[in-house]
């Protein structure tokens, strides 16, 4: 009885397609716009002169000395307003929400089996609008994926 031999292929897996490291690559772009924008509105307004800081504790302490002389009760202050959630953050969580999304297509795109080039790009491009806000983490990030490629590519 003869043995059946199995030949194993010499070729890597061919990797074709596209469509969710697509979708991956525009959803992180989409991220990346949101979170610069954010840089762009987030900047600090300029910092009160100290004299009218000054002035102001002066004149709030010299009106309590006076109603106290005068045994007036001293004024409530006004409840505290409820303050809308920052426009900055709303724009960080969307850029976190696409950043995430984009990375996830990216890792779908991976297990579905599709072009390496354009995996790799979803996944960068998703992780750089994740960690846009802190730029060193986000471009080491990139490194080490370009390193682990690389050394992936010559095995």
């Known amino acids: 009885m ?3 031999e199995t030949t194993t292929s010499t070729h890597p897996k061919l ?3 596209h469509r969710f490291a697509l979708v991956g690559l525009l959803v992180g772009f989409v991220g ?3 979170a610069t924008y954010r840089m762009a509105i987030e900047s600090e307004p300029p910092p009160r002169p100290k004299t009218k800081e000054i002035s102001e504790v002066l004149s709030d302490t010299i009106k309590k000395t006076a109603d106290k002389f005068r045994h007036k009760q001293p004024t409530a202050p006004p409840p505290p307003v409820a303050v809308a959630w920052p426009v900055s953050k709303q724009l960080g969580l969307a850029a976190s929400i696409c950043g995430f999304i984009g990375a996830a297509f990216g890792c779908v795109s991976w297990l579905v089996g599709e072009h390496r080039r354009w995996t790799w790009a979803a996944l960068c491009v998703g992780i750089t609008a994740l960690a846009w806000t802190h730029v060193v983490v986000a471009v080491s990030i990139v490194i080490a994926i370009a ?3 690389f ?3 010559h095995m």
Request: hydrophobic letters at 60%.
């Open 2 to 4: 003869p043995i059946a």
């Open 15 to 17: 990797r074709r397609g």
């Open 32 to 34: 990346l716009g949101i």
């Open 147 to 149: 390193i682990f490629i």
């Open 151 to 153: 050394i992936l590519s």
